[in-house]
């Protein structure tokens, strides 16, 4: 149990366009999903926080409006990179904890976006 | 400021040995610690989780210890695998559910 699934894997877009990364709990109910990016040979980077039917919580330097995070479902977050560019490359990895007082974070694969 | 460190040199060992991992943080008090492995291109998995109150915790093969006076915490694989190969992150709550990441040690077990 406890599989978090990330669509799509790969992604390869033109700068100024937008892009929409989707991460789905698909056994289990994600009280709490948590957005990463993570840069090669580098920790991962919590870029925000999101409740399901609430605002997601940014963290500091991270752009909101850059970076749209809707929680829809307790089952599905999407990030959306508004007007991406080459810097916006990176792997970004979603994950969720289940029930309240869980701690462990249960991980998407992974999306790698390039920005051309 | 916190910190958290892991050597960032990777770790070659030879197959059937223990593999030993520290992690070591500063400016943090920590209620839990996790380990996870994450695999090139790929997500981290969850491994351990050991609160402060606990000394030792094991999983099969896994051992983790927590030592909130030195601010360290050890990560053991004994009887090491090829299989066991990847990097391995050392994570800290860092207030409610936020979970801060150290940017992990590579081990290689060589057959």
């Known amino acids: 149990g406890a599989v978090v699934s990330q669509h799509p894997s790969w992604v390869i877009c033109k700068s100024g366009t937008s892009v929409k990364i989707e991460c789905r709990s698909l056994d289990f109910q994600a009280t709490t999903m948590f957005w990463y990016r993570q840069f090669p040979k580098q920790s991962l980077m919590l870029m925000a926080t999101s409740n399901e039917g609430s605002k997601a919580t940014y963290e500091q330097g991270v752009e909101k409006d850059k970076f749209l995070i809707n929680h829809a479902s307790l089952t599905l977050s999407t990030l959306t990179v508004t007007s991406a560019h080459p810097e916006d490359s990176s792997f970004y990895i979603c994950?969720?904890?289940?029930?309240?007082?869980?701690?462990?974070?249960?991980f998407g694969p992974g999306t790698r976006l390039t920005v051309t | 400021s916190q910190k958290i460190e892991q050597n960032s040199e990777a770790l070659n060992i030879q197959e059937g040995k223990t593999a030993t991992l520290t992690c070591n943080y500063t400016?943090?008090?920590?209620?839990?610690l996790q380990w996870y492995r994450q695999d090139p291109g790929r997500g981290p998995v969850f491994l351990l989780l050991?609160?402060?109150?606990?000394k030792e915790k094991r999983k099969e093969r896994l051992k983790v210890t927590f030592d909130t006076t030195l601010k360290q915490s050890l990560f053991h694989i004994t009887a090491s695998q090829p299989a066991d190969s990847a990097t391995y992150l050392c994570a800290l709550e860092n207030g409610g559910f936020k979970t801060i990441f150290g940017a992990g040690t590579r081990l290689f077990v060589k057959a």
């Open positions: 050991i609160r402060e109150n606990e």
């Open positions: 400016n943090y008090s920590p209620a839990y």
């Open positions: 994950s969720a904890t289940r029930g309240s007082g869980a701690y462990e974070q249960y």
